[in-house]
Every structure is written in structure tokens, then in C-alpha cells.
């Protein structure tokens, strides 16, 4: 049976992340930080397994890689769904603000793939998949930093897809848009009426939208798609 994980599974994103690949049959485990309460909610509902990690720190990533694979033995999927956001102009943002988020989006996402790679290249398979976003691509003011670490993905994505496409691993990325999650917490009606205006198909994006083209792109209906950003965003971004 294919395997799973998910790391910042708990929530949002992630969270329904879980959800697609168990409802696909995939045996799954996912990472949670500080939503304990959350994650054995969604542990009980969906019978993955979950491990607590801030995907920050490499003792923590070490500690999952060893729990995961003694529970699961190899790994086919890793979804990289760990991240926060950060609004504000870039000159009143702190440096310790800027190196806590560097540190979640990008140095994470290098432990993450860095503590699997050994078994999937050892196997010759698997796929990783990081959720970056929109911002990534194109730049959102305010969300400087931010949208500076989402492009860093992208291109980590695409050196990784030509590096360890020989060993019959795939890597790719999708750019979500607009999605209804806690990230939305801070917006009035009237701005998430705005963005629902400025999306072509006239909606925000559901949890869902994004789990079903990260499910697609981890199973074998994408075995010759690596190197690949896609964009899940209702059009609002189109390149």
C-alpha cells in the first residue's frame, strides 16, 4: 500500500490534505506543531498517524524520519504543507520575524526532503510535493518575505526534479490562491468579497480544491510530471 505524509497536517491545507489521501486508500501520517488537539481530532477521524515536529528544527525532522519509517517502513509521498504568513511592510518587520519564517518555509522544507531522500532514492520512487503559493510566483506587497520564501520553493522544486529525476523521483509544487483557511482570519467581509471579485471563476478556493491536485500529483496518474508548478487558484493568477 502507498505511503504518506504530511507535514503541518493538522490544519487547513494540510489537514484535507490527509483527508484525500486516505479517502484514496494511502496509508498516512501527518506533522503537527502546536494544534495537539486538532491533530488527534483528525488522527481519530481519518486513522492516520500523527507526530508532533516543528519542521524548524533538524532534531525534531531527525526524530519524525525514524518514528515514520519505523511505523511505515518506506515512504512514496512526502507533502511539504508547513508555513505561516507574515503581513507588513518589509522595513518594520523584524529580523527574527523574517528568519522564523525562512526558517518554516525553506530551511524545513530542505530537512524534510533531505531526511527521506535516503529510502526514496534507495527504492528509486516517490514524489514530493511542496505547497507554495501564488505569491511565489508573481510577488504580493506587504508579504515581501513571505511571497521571496514561496519563490524559493519553486526554484528548490525545479533544481530538485532535474537532480533526482535519474533516480525515478518526482518533484513538483502547487501555487494555491485565495484558500479558505485560518490564513483568511484577519480579512473583512468586504476584502474576501474584493478577492472573491478579482478571482475569474468569482470564489475562494477550498481546502479541498488544492488536496485533490496534490493527491493527483502524488499517484501515478502524474508518473511523467516532475519539475512542475501548479496553480490552484481560481485564475487569479495566470502565467
Known sequence: MKTALVLGGSRGIGAECVRE??????????????SEEAARALAHETGAACFPCDARKEKDIAALSSAYLNMFSHLDALIYSAGSAYAGL??????????????????????????FLPGMIGRKSGSILLISSMWGQVGASCEAAYSGFKAAQLGLMKALAKELGPSGIRVN???????????LKGYSESDLNALR??????????PGDVARAAAFLCGEEAAFITGQTLGVNGGFVIT
Open 21 to 34: 489521501m486516505r479517502r484514496r486508500g494511502w496509508r498516512a501520517g501527518f506533522t503537527y506543531f502546536r
Open 90 to 115: 518589509l522595513q518594520d518587520m523584524k529580523t527574527e520575524d523574517f528568519d522564523d519564517l525562512y526558517a518554516l518555509h525553506v530551511r524545513g522544507a530542505f530537512l524534510a526532503v533531505r531526511a
Open 173 to 183: 509544487c502547487i501555487a494555491p490562491g485565495v484558500i479558505e483557511t485560518d490564513m
Open 197 to 206: 471579485e478579482e478571482t475569474p471563476l468569482m470564489r475562494l478556493g477550498a
